[in-house]
């Protein structure tokens, strides 16, 4: 399906562009309107039927309900240039605050919990409540973290070369620690971080359950950031796109289509074409043909090379193998999108006549400890899905009405630690219904009655996460977000620049490459520009 005009033809029958982006993620679609706003023709080809891989909003899975089919809370854009660069709002997207971003119920008491609000001071005068120590060894945490991330930040706006690294990460003050010690906490496992930092067991497990958000234990090494990151969400505080993930990608393809960029939805791609060490186009999956100065593979990096440059000559064998090496791991979770009557009932909590709470704005943090969380973490190491696994509830209809019809919500249960490959001797088709019921069962021992609400659910298995959004493996977050896998090791040192070298005019974005996974728009941010600076060396 074509979104706009029909493409102009080369004498040779075959559209011809500037610059064909494969895959329409977030990332895919920033990179291809960064080139549409600078006056390059483009085009976008997606497999799917609408645009936004998963950053994409689906109203046929429940309906009459807007259900988002990945990405949910969207963060660290905020902190990139890409909103106002782009103009999206003139587009139709609209955020709305998610305040406080995170709630932590205590588990077995009634009425009280750990709130985390955008704003520093409020967030402390909850944690207070239970330990005024943390609440000063929170204040000053935050802002230690925050001098150092802002630097990260910045190192995750350009390409992940190593004087990028030096001079953007640790070329600042690193106020509330000496540069030796906060390297020291860099290095070491976030786990250990969070339980040197703070003495209550509740704040320790609200932090250490949010950071474990991006796939590693806290046991890992080279992990402390996972939980220093914490500090950044008081800058950028959580947000929603109204109407759901999908009307950031949504906004894209308008923007897009507005600077003359074309976009095709159920347009897969066979191949990427290459001749004599260039880019010069892609083959769909049809047979059809389109000629471009430059291809940008928007897509999964093993997508990329054992797929789309399958039989292509220029790829350098030595890059064939080290993709045999990358570590997707073995899932990440799974999550059931359900329809409800009305929102979970948190014991003890004040509500407004709606049956709203503060707790429902944001994301509500259910890991009932630390040892629950080794626990899990130990079952999907052994290859099966948790017995007790720990939800992650999100309510998002608290703050916008157009997701459900009047009266009724939606809630999006995340679960953690549910392994791709299940060792064993279970198929996830046959086990979706009894895990969901599990992660449901989850949610009503904080707030019961919860399933009892549920009217219609869609259950996202890691298999089904694969095979929706050709996550392999259902790793969200493509590879590995292990040190040796991260920065100018991501996806591996020799493709770090967002290109692969030996091809001129073939570029890289998305969570496979620097820095990773999650709503950023860094990745797109980053090829768009470095291709602007190079198009003299693919335009021609």
């Given at each position: 399906?074509?979104?706009?005009?029909?493409?102009?033809?080369?004498?040779?029958?075959?559209?011809?562009?500037?610059?064909?982006?494969?895959?329409?993620?977030?990332?895919?679609?920033?990179?291809?309107?960064?080139?549409?706003?600078?006056?390059?023709?483009?085009?976008?080809?997606?497999?799917?039927?609408?645009?936004?891989?998963?950053?994409?909003?689906?109203?046929?899975?429940?309906?009459?309900?807007?259900?988002?089919?990945?990405?949910?809370?969207?963060v660290m854009i905020h902190q990139t240039p890409v909103l106002a660069d782009l103009e999206l709002s003139k587009y139709g997207l609209e955020y709305l605050e998610m305040d406080p971003w995170a709630y932590y119920p205590l588990p077995g008491q009634p009425g009280k919990g750990i709130a985390f609000y955008r704003d520093v001071e409020k967030t402390c005068q909850s944690i207070a409540e239970i330990s005024p120590k943390d609440a000063e060894a929170y204040r000053t945490f935050v802002d230690a973290w925050g001098k150092l991330n802002e630097g990260v930040f910045d190192a995750f706006l350009k390409p992940p070369t190593p004087w990028n690294l030096?001079?953007?990460?640790?070329?600042?003050?690193?106020?509330?620690?000496?540069?030796?010690?906060?390297?020291?906490?860099?290095?070491?496992?976030?786990?250990?971080?969070?339980?040197?930092?703070?003495?209550?067991?509740?704040?320790?497990?609200?932090?250490?359950?949010?950071?474990?958000?991006?796939?590693?234990?806290?046991?890992?090494?080279?992990?402390?950031?996972?939980?220093?990151?914490?500090?950044?969400?008081?800058?950028?505080?959580?947000?929603?796109?109204?109407?759901?993930?999908?009307?950031?990608?949504?906004?894209?393809?308008?923007?897009?289509?507005?600077?003359?960029?074309?976009?095709?939805?159920?347009?897969?791609?066979?191949?990427?074409?290459?001749?004599?060490?260039?880019?010069?186009?892609?083959?769909?999956?049809?047979?059809?043909?389109?000629?471009?100065?430059?291809?940008?593979?928007?897509?999964?990096?093993?997508?990329?090379?054992?797929?789309?440059?399958?039989?292509?000559?220029?790829?350098?064998?030595?890059?064939?193998?080290?993709?045999?090496?990358?570590?997707?791991?073995?899932?990440?979770?799974?999550?059931?999108?359900?329809?409800?009557?009305?929102?979970?009932?948190?014991?003890?909590?004040?509500?407004?006549?709606?049956?709203?709470?503060?707790?429902?704005?944001?994301?509500?943090?259910?890991?009932?400890?630390?040892?629950?969380?080794?626990?899990?973490?130990?079952?999907?190491?052994?290859?099966?899905?948790?017995?007790?696994?720990?939800?992650?509830?999100?309510?998002?209809?608290?703050?916008?009405?157009?997701?459900?019809?009047?009266?009724?919500?939606?809630?999006?249960?995340?679960?953690?630690?549910?392994?791709?490959?299940?060792?064993?001797?279970?198929?996830?088709?046959?086990?979706?219904?009894?895990?969901?019921?599990?992660?449901?069962?989850?949610?009503?021992?904080?707030?019961?009655?919860?399933?009892?609400?549920?009217?219609?659910?869609?259950?996202?298995?890691?298999?089904?996460?694969?095979?929706?959004?050709?996550?392999?493996?259902?790793?969200?977050?493509?590879?590995?977000?292990?040190?040796?896998?991260?920065?100018?090791?991501?996806?591996?040192?020799?493709?770090?620049?967002?290109?692969?070298?030996?091809?001129?005019?073939?570029?890289?974005?998305?969570?496979?490459?620097?820095?990773?996974?999650?709503?950023?728009?860094?990745?797109?941010?980053?090829?768009?520009?470095?291709?602007?600076?190079?198009?003299?060396?693919?335009?021609?």
């Open positions: 399906m074509l979104a706009n005009a029909a493409p102009a033809l080369t004498v040779s029958g075959m559209s011809s562009y500037d610059a064909i982006i494969v895959g329409s993620g977030h990332n895919g679609m920033i990179c291809a309107a960064y080139l549409a706003q600078a006056g390059k023709k483009v085009a976008v080809f997606e497999r799917r039927g609408t645009v936004g891989g998963a950053v994409c909003t689906d109203t046929t899975k429940i309906p009459g309900y807007k259900i988002d089919v990945g990405s949910s809370a969207h030096v001079s953007t990460m640790f070329g600042r003050s690193l106020k509330g620690s000496d540069h030796m010690n906060m390297v020291r906490k860099l290095m070491g496992p976030y786990g250990q971080l969070v339980l040197e930092t703070f003495e209550h067991e509740a704040l320790r497990t609200a932090i250490i359950w949010l950071a474990a958000q991006s796939g590693p234990p806290p046991s890992e090494a080279a992990s402390g950031d996972f939980a220093g990151w914490h500090a950044m969400y008081h800058q950028s505080g959580m947000k929603r796109a109204k109407g759901g993930s999908g009307a950031l990608t949504q906004a894209l393809k308008k923007r897009i289509i507005a600077d003359g960029g074309e976009v095709f939805e159920d347009a897969p791609v066979k191949r990427i074409i290459t001749s004599n060490g260039r880019a010069t186009g892609i083959e769909l999956e049809n047979g059809d043909r389109h000629e471009a100065k430059a291809v940008v593979a928007a897509t999964h990096i093993k997508t990329t090379l054992d797929n789309f440059l399958a039989d292509c000559p220029d790829l350098p064998d030595e890059i064939r193998q080290r993709s045999k090496s990358l570590r997707v791991g073995n899932g990440f979770g799974m999550i059931v999108r359900c329809a409800m009557e009305s929102l979970p009932d948190y014991p003890g909590f004040n509500y407004d006549n709606k049956g709203v709470g503060e707790m429902h704005r944001g994301l509500q943090l259910l890991c009932p400890s630390r040892e629950a969380l080794d626990a899990a973490y130990g079952d999907y190491l052994a290859g099966r899905p948790p017995e007790k696994p720990i939800p992650l509830v999100m309510t998002f209809s608290s703050l916008d009405d157009t997701l459900a019809p009047a009266g009724k919500h939606v809630m999006f249960v995340w679960g953690q630690y549910h392994p791709y490959e299940l060792r064993n001797g279970e198929h996830w088709d046959d086990i979706a219904d009894r895990e969901a019921d599990k992660l449901l069962a989850a949610v009503d021992e904080y707030a019961p009655g919860t399933s009892a609400k549920v009217i219609d659910r869609y259950i996202q298995t890691p298999l089904e996460i694969e095979r929706l959004h050709g996550m392999l493996r259902a790793n969200v977050m493509h590879l590995e977000m292990s040190f040796d896998q991260m920065f100018c090791f991501r996806p591996m040192p020799e493709l770090s620049s967002y290109k692969i070298p030996a091809i001129k005019g073939l570029y890289l974005t998305g969570a496979s490459t620097h820095p990773g996974g999650g709503v950023w728009g860094a990745s797109g941010h980053n090829t768009a520009k470095l291709m602007l600076k190079e198009q003299k060396r693919w335009s021609k």
